[in-house]
C-alpha cells in the first residue's frame, strides 16, 4: 500500500503540475486527493481501480481550481487597465482557444481507439506497456496508433495555420 501510495503521488503530482504550472497548487491538488481516496478507500477495489480514481480525481480538483482562477482573472482584469495585463489575457484566450481547437480536432478526427491511446499517454501519462495491458494490444500497434493520432492531428492543424 505504502508502495502505491508513492507511485501515486509523484505521478499526481506530474499531472497536476502540468495542469495548473504551479507546485503549490499542484500539492494541495494531490492532497486534496487523498483525503477524498480516503473517504471511499472501502470503494476501491485494487491498485489499478485505486490509481484510475485517483487520476481522475485529481484532474477534476484541477479543473475545479482552474475555473476558481478564471473567475479571479475575469475580475481583475476589468479593475486593470494596464495594456501589459490586457495583452496577456489575450495571448492566454489565444492559447486556450487554440487548446479548444486541437480539442476538437481529436474528438472529430481520430477513431475512439486512437483518442483512447492518446488520452491514457499524454493526459493519464501511462507507460505504452501499461496502455498495452489495459486494451490487451501488442505494445508495437499501440505505439503505431500513437503515432499516427499525432500525425493526424499535427497535419491538421499545421493545414489550418496556412489559411
Known amino acids: 500500500m505504502q508502495q502505491l501510495f508513492i507511485q501515486l503521488k509523484s505521478r499526481l503530482l506530474r499531472i497536476t503540475g502540468s495542469l495548473l504550472g504551479n ?12 483525503c477524498r481516496l480516503w ?3 472501502d470503494r ?11 487520476i481522475q480525481t485529481a484532474k477534476n480538483i484541477c479543473i475545479d481550481q482552474l475555473r476558481r482562477k478564471k473567475v479571479i482573472q475575469f475580475e481583475s482584469l476589468e479593475n486593470k487597465h494596464d495594456q501589459n495585463s490586457t495583452d ?6 489565444e492559447a486556450t482557444d487554440e ?3 486541437i480539442l476538437e480536432l481529436i ?11 492518446l488520452e491514457m499517454r499524454e493526459i493519464k501519462e501511462m507507460e505504452i506497456q501499461e496502455i498495452a495491458t489495459i486494451l490487451n494490444m501488442q505494445p508495437t500497434a499501440v505505439r503505431m496508433h500513437l503515432s499516427r493520432a499525432r500525425k493526424e492531428i499535427r497535419n491538421l492543424y499545421i493545414k489550418k495555420n496556412e489559411r
Open 99 to 101: 487548446c479548444r481547437y
Open 23 to 34: 507546485n503549490e497548487d499542484a500539492a494541495d491538488a494531490v492532497q486534496e486527493t487523498f
Open 44 to 54: 476501491l477495489y485494487d491498485d489499478k481501480d485505486t490509481t484510475a480514481v485517483a
Open 88 to 93: 496577456n489575457a489575450l495571448k492566454h484566450f
Open 107 to 117: 474528438n472529430l478526427c481520430l477513431t475512439p481507439l486512437q483518442r483512447q491511446i
Open 39 to 41: 473517504q471511499i478507500r
